[in-house]
């Protein structure tokens, strides 16, 4: 067995066991980490398959949750009923919004997603339509059920968390290993040459921006029915850093990478909880290290490799 395949078993054990032998606090915090993952993953297709510089991931993230809430609370639809719609209110926003946009690049695309996540963020403040609840959000979102079960404490949510964490890595392996997941690597390494092959270049950038937003979405449905209540500071550009720096720190392109930056992003800090005075100092310090010595983060993307024998002709020296 491979060393690589031996440590994938030993993490998927230990998470599973996790719950039994940490108390109610720990367990949350898992469950953060569990979310950030999925955000992170989502924002890894855009971000690290295409190699576009989005840091308004908080906006499509907002749209899911806020779909979620508003739903459930105004019509009474089922928690997890509503994941697939939330997905693809986040997906349709994000294809209006990147629709105009998607020709730009580098720090220009940056700053307009900026802007896109603070727009959003002003809109529900100011109660947009008068179904947004304004700063004060909304309350009262039910607990998820599941096969007649109501999912209520942390350690419940874990599995559910963690369950939907699973099936984003499996899906997104797929997805980097298809003929869709190469296109969207040419085009980040050199747009150009890719259009030059015949790969539509604008509509694989599209496509990877609303798919992305379509997974954020449906995260934003576990968020909401874990919270029960949900509020605009929940959607502030920060929290678009903080996805951006789990991909960027633990390996664009790498889902163990992105994995591995949502463990020490989102984990670290309420480990070194006792030392608040001086944790982001020493945090900080670490990332302009990581930034020097490991550009490409912890476990950046390997490249691709083919198998070209094909092109050597058939053996014994025929031509």
């Known amino acids: 067995m491979k060393p690589a395949t031996i440590i994938n078993v030993l993490v998927v054990a230990t998470l599973l066991v996790a719950p039994y032998w940490l108390n109610a606090y720990w367990v949350d915090v898992l469950n953060s980490i569990g979310i950030y993952a999925v955000l992170a993953l989502s924002l890894n297709v855009i971000l690290g398959y295409a190699g576009l510089f989005h840091m308004g991931h908080a906006a499509f993230f907002a749209v899911g949750t806020y779909t979620t809430a508003i739903l459930n609370t105004q019509f009474g639809i089922p928690v997890l009923w509503l994941m697939p719609l939330s997905g693809l209110t986040a997906g349709f926003f994000a ?6 946009i998607i020709h730009l690049r580098g720090d ?7 802007g896109i996540v603070e727009i959003v963020r002003i809109a529900l403040v100011n109660n947009v339509f008068g179904i947004t609840g ?24 874990y599995y559910l968390i963690f369950g939907f964490a699973a099936i984003t890595v499996l ?27 015949g790969i ?10 609303v798919l ?24 502030t550009f920060w929290e678009s850093v903080v996805m951006f720096t789990i991909v960027i720190l633990g390996g664009s392109g790498n889902i163990r990478g ?15 909880r006792e030392f608040a005075g001086a944790r982001m100092l020493v945090f900080g310090a670490a990332m302009i290290l990581m930034m020097i010595f490991r550009p490409k983060g912890i476990l950046p993307a390997q490249p691709r490799t083919y198998n070209l ?6 053996r014994g020296g025929g031509k």
């Open 134 to 157: 304004g700063s004060n959000g909304i309350f009262g979102i039910n607990r998820p059920e599941l096969f007649g079960y109501v999912i209520r404490t942390p350690h419940e949510f």
């Open 212 to 235: 992305g937003a379509f997974w954020a979405g449906m995260a934003g449905t576990i968020f909401a029915a874990k919270m029960t209540i949900v509020s605009p500071q929940s959607f």
């Open 171 to 197: 899906l997104f392996l797929r997805l980097e290993n298809s003929r869709f997941g190469r296109a969207l690597n040419y085009i980040r390494e050199d747009d150009v040459a890719a259009e030059g092959s």
């Open 309 to 314: 024998d094909f092109l050597a002709g058939p």
């Open 108 to 114: 220009y695309l940056l700053i307009v997603t900026i």
């Open 258 to 272: 992105v994995l591995l930056g949502a463990f020490l992003i989102v984990g670290l800090p309420e480990v070194f």
């Open 95 to 100: 294809l209006l919004v990147a629709r105009p």
């Open 200 to 209: 539509d270049a604008a509509h694989y950038k599209l496509v990877a921006f």
